[in-house]
């Protein structure tokens, strides 16, 4: 099943269920996979990299909001961000732990043949494409920076 049709099933069960928080950040996803279906270029339906890559940026949003409405004391705005980012994370790939991004970003610094930070580049070109999906890309930056210099 897409992510689309599961949206959709989902989205008629917060309905029958009258859950108006859950429908409206449903609706917002709906919403962003409509938009890069008929984007210029695109041929319809998204594949299932696309589909990752549009959550992981939603996800990455309504996180640095909910952050920024934090350190304002807005707790009201902070609450429905969090919310979103929650149902946003239930359609998102298993996020891998630190030591699992660790482990795999070593076996790319060897695959590369990566020596020292000036390799830095290589290194994320190849691990951002691996590990899409299921790790952040901060944190993919942060230890591979770790990694090399040491």
Do not use: C, W
Not at 85 to 91: A, E, M, N, T
């Amino acid at each position: 099943m897409s992510l689309k049709q599961q949206i959709d099933n989902d989205i008629k069960a917060a309905m029958l269920g009258k859950q108006k928080e859950e429908l409206i950040a449903l609706r917002a996803i709906k919403s962003m996979i409509l938009l890069a279906e008929t984007e210029k270029g695109k041929t319809g339906e998204l594949d299932k990299e696309a589909e990752d890559k549009l959550l992981m940026k939603a996800a990455k949003q309504r996180k640095e909001s909910a952050e920024i409405f934090k350190k304002e004391n807005r707790e009201d705005l902070y609450k429905k961000e969090q919310f979103e980012l929650d149902i946003i994370s239930r359609y998102l790939p298993k996020q891998l732990s630190a030591e699992e991004i660790t482990t795999e970003l070593k076996k790319i610094v060897e695959q590369v043949g990566a020596t020292g930070p000036q390799d830095m580049g290589k290194v994320m070109g190849v691990a951002t494409k691996a590990l899409a999906g299921k790790a952040d890309g901060k944190i993919i930056s942060e230890i591979v920076k770790k990694l090399l210099v040491s």
